[in-house]
Nanobody, 120 residues
Framework: QVQLVESGGGLVQAGGSLRLSCAAS????????MGWYRQAPGKQRELVAT???????NYADSVKGRFTISRDNAKNTVYLQMNSLKPEDTAVYYCNANIVTQRMTVVMYWGQGTQVTVSS
């Protein structure tokens, strides 16, 4: 079994910063692409940023220049540094990972979500 455990959400004023972390644990042989998604009330879940195992990154236009995704492959952990936060960044943030299991299958897992609230 594999778990993704997120941390780092909270309440911050506009212009502030937060850092999210997501650690994968369990029956893991390797981890391919990892990413962060978010879902605001009444809206669909949307991609925020992704990162491959080799460090290639991709960002939503709305967060480019403000958010930075990174990972520590030794710890099977992905991070999201969020700077210059705006009220419209308020959402539940979910991490996502494509896990190569000990059985050599690739399975997509999701974290439980962490709330980020940006006050104006």
């Amino acid at each position: 079994q594999v778990q993704l455990v997120e941390s780092g959400g909270g309440l911050v004023q506009a212009g502030g910063s937060l850092r999210l972390s997501c650690a994968a644990s369990g029956s893991i042989f390797g981890v391919n692409a990892m990413g962060w998604y978010r879902q605001a009330p009444g809206k669909q879940r949307e991609l925020v940023a992704t990162i491959t195992s080799g460090g290639i990154t991709n960002y939503a236009d709305s967060v480019k220049g403000r958010f930075t995704i990174s990972r520590d492959n030794a710890k099977n952990t992905v991070y999201l540094q969020m700077n210059s936060l705006k009220p419209e960044d308020t959402a539940v943030y979910y991490c996502n990972a494509n896990i190569v299991t000990q059985r050599m299958t690739v399975v997509m897992y999701w974290g439980q979500g962490t709330q980020v609230t940006v006050s104006s």
